[in-house]
């Protein structure tokens, strides 16, 4: 019962591969009390229902990039809780570039600008709209999740790199103003290669994703390890972590060369 008693808004559960379904499952178990929210085209698609469903929990469209629908939802999140939120989770991303098979040498311009807003820009928007409503409470934690991509390069994660770069950015700038005048803390998890809808639309995925469990001694970390490790972030045993990007990627992150890999090298 590491949420007891706290409250949250969970963006981004498309289907039960998503990271932030299984963070809305474990929250739920570890008995918090959460709203969960999509765009209004995901939840047409129905699963998200299922999950409110399962869960007890309202479900609240909302297109990230807009702010009516942003400022409704943590309105109705709210009035919902009868009170002000405890955590928000961030678990969006979209390019459209990568989808239509747009190299970065042959970006097209509109889709990237929707890259940055659905990945990153979107972030800033949840911030500042927590802000302005004063939506969460003091030792608040909001998070949203990102990719090493945002720091080294893998040619094929495209515009997304960039997308992430920003994320992690916005993470630390509003991450300072939240911490000063709010208490409130905000971070960005660095999760491994996982096969979800957002995960798997990268070029390649599959071998991408097995190298980096090879890269990783202790392997590839799980949507569901992730999702343990958002609810540490959630909870109040993690209070002093604030404008950080943690990795929880296996160890991925400080391995320059794995002996794993030279089989398939040789
Ligand atoms: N899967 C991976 O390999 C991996 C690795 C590191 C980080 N991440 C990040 O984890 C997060 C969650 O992705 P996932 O892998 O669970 O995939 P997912 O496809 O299940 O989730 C992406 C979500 O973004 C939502 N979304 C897209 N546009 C939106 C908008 N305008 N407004 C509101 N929501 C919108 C989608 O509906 C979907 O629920 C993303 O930020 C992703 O970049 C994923």
């Not at 498309?14 to 969960?36: F, H, M, P, T």
């Not at 995960?199 to 569901?224: H, I, R």
């Amino acid at each position: 019962m590491l949420l007891q008693g706290k409250k949250g808004i969970i963006f981004g559960a498309l289907n039960d591969q998503s990271i932030a379904w299984k963070v809305a499952e474990r929250a739920k178990a570890e008995g918090a009390e959460i709203v969960l929210t999509n765009a209004p085209v995901a939840l047409r698609m129905g699963a998200i229902k299922e999950l409110g469903t399962q869960l007890d929990a309202p479900v609240i469209a909302a297109d990230a990039t807009n702010e009516e629908h942003l400022e409704k939802l943590f309105n109705t999140a709210t009035e919902h809780f009868g009170g002000k939120i405890d955590f928000v989770l961030h678990s969006i991303g979209m390019s459209l570039n990568v989808r239509k098979g747009r190299t970065y040498t042959d970006l097209d311009y509109g889709f990237f600008q929707k890259t940055l807003d659905i990945s990153a820009v979107s972030f800033h928007k949840v911030l500042q709209t927590a802000w302005k409503l004063d939506a969460v409470n003091e030792w608040g934690s909001i998070l949203a999740l990102s990719y090493i991509a945002a720091q080294r390069t893998f040619p094929d994660y495209n515009d997304m790199a960039d997308a992430k770069a920003l994320l992690e950015s916005i993470a630390r700038t509003f991450g300072y103003h939240f911490a000063n005048e709010k208490k409130v803390r905000v971070n960005t998890i660095s999760q491994s290669p996982t096969m979800t809808t957002a995960g798997s639309g990268v070029k390649g995925f599959q071998e991408f994703f097995d190298y980096a469990d090879k890269m990783s001694p202790l392997g590839n970390a799980s949507a569901e390890s992730c999702a343990d490790f958002c609810l540490t972030l959630f909870s109040d045993h993690t209070r002093m972590i604030t404008m950080q990007n943690l990795y929880h990627d296996g160890g991925f992150s400080s391995m320059g060369m794995s002996p794993a890999l030279l089989p398939a090298i040789e």
